[in-house]
Nanobody, 122 residues
Framework: QVHLVESGGGLVQAGGSLRLSCLAS????????MGWYRQAPGKERELVAS???????NYADSVKGRFTISRDNAKNTVALQMNNLKPEDTAVYYC????????????????WGQGTQVTVSS
């Protein structure tokens, strides 16, 4: 079992910045991919950014050039630096750990955090 705890959400004006952080805890052996999804009211959940254990990244087109994902494999943490925020970035942001192997079973599952609200005012 892996537990994900997010922090850093809040209310910010358009053009401002926020930094989201997520800590994965449990008997973790390794995590293939850590990242962030978001879900706005009335919309489907979408990938924002992800990073593999080797450092390769994937970003939604809508956030490229504004958001930066970072990860510390040793600490099982992932962060999302969000700059030049726009009202359309308003959503609940979820941290994910995909392909997480835990001891002693070494079985892989995907895990989600509870979500943190990001609200960008115009």
């Amino acid at each position: 079992q892996v537990h994900l705890v997010e922090s850093g959400g809040g209310l910010v004006q358009a053009g401002g910045s926020l930094r989201l952080s997520c800590l994965a805890s449990g008997r973790i052996f390794s995590i293939n991919s850590m990242g962030w999804y978001r879900q706005a009211p009335g919309k489907e959940r979408e990938l924002v950014a992800s990073m593999s254990s080797r450092g390769s990244t994937n970003y939604a087109d809508s956030v490229k050039g504004r958001f930066t994902i970072s990860r510390d494999n040793a600490k099982n943490t992932v962060a999302l630096q969000m700059n030049n925020l726009k009202p359309e970035d308003t959503a609940v942001y979820y941290c994910t750990a995909e392909g997480a192997y835990t001891m002693p079973t070494m079985t892989s599952y995907d895990y989600w955090g509870q979500g943190t609200q990001v609200t960008v005012s115009s």
